[in-house]
């Protein structure tokens, strides 16, 4: 982890946390008056596992939240009693839960799911270990893949 400064002026200040986070993963941005009148922004900041996309790269033309929710949840409830569902049901439970967790207003809880649901995957997977841990990452490139399958297809 480390940590970057950045002087911009104060209306740049969004912007500029935003496109850090495409680079890196990012904490929240503390922000302060620089003695000229632009904005001191400070971010703690980890550089990205190599292959693992954002959230909006990997979630470019899913369906939308509500839909994509209610295709997983039709899928769990169809399914007979002690049922194994296969790999595209928790990769689709994770994706989903994966965006919520990221929404505006999201519950920490929210992200808690997503992340177990992410390790549980993973697991499933037997993924290698990556610097960080980050299954939620890991998410996000299985769902990129399988959604470029999808279409292709």
Request: charged letters at 25%; aromatic letters at 8%; glycine letters at 6%.
């Amino acid at each position: 982890m480390f940590e970057i400064r950045i002087i911009c002026d104060p209306a740049e200040s969004e912007r500029v946390v935003r496109e850090l986070g495409t680079c890196f993963r990012t904490g929240p941005a503390r922000q302060y008056p620089a003695r000229d009148g632009r904005a001191r922004l400070y971010v703690s900041a980890e550089h990205r596992p190599i292959g693992r996309p954002t959230p909006e790269e990997a979630y470019e033309g899913a369906p939308a939240i509500l839909d994509a929710l209610a295709a997983v949840t039709a899928t769990a409830a169809d399914a007979k009693c002690f049922t194994a569902l296969d790999r595209d049901y928790y990769l689709r439970k994770a994706a989903v839960l994966n965006r919520i967790a990221l929404a505006s207003g999201a519950d920490p809880r929210d992200a808690q799911a997503a992340e177990d649901a992410a390790a549980h995957l993973a697991d499933m997977d037997n993924a290698p270990p990556v610097a960080g841990h980050d299954p939620r990452g890991y998410v996000r490139q299985q769902y990129a893949q399988w959604a470029s399958t999808c279409k292709a297809a």
